[in-house]
């Protein structure tokens, strides 16, 4: 294990460092917002579909899920 220099540990540093010096502070915001946004979006729909679903008193199912997403 010791002649091993190829370690996750290592790949890490390695990928990081490669990241941190192409990426810039605007770019990064910009991801975290829009990672926000779509994962509130992805949320707000999905917990409506089943509160619409509850309200109705439907008998729902992954599938009834599934077509009410589309």
């Not at 790949?11 to 192409?22: R, S």
């Not at 991801?31 to 089943?50: D, T």
């Amino acid at each position: 294990m010791e002649g091993n220099k190829d370690t996750p540990h290592r790949f890490m540093e390695v990928t990081f460092k490669k990241w941190k010096e192409g990426v810039s502070h605007k770019s990064i915001k910009r991801g975290i917002i829009a990672e926000f946004i779509g994962s509130f979006i992805l949320i707000f729909f999905g917990a409506g579909c089943v509160a619409a679903l509850v309200l109705n008193e439907a008998q729902y199912t992954i599938w009834g899920l599934a077509i009410i997403w589309e």
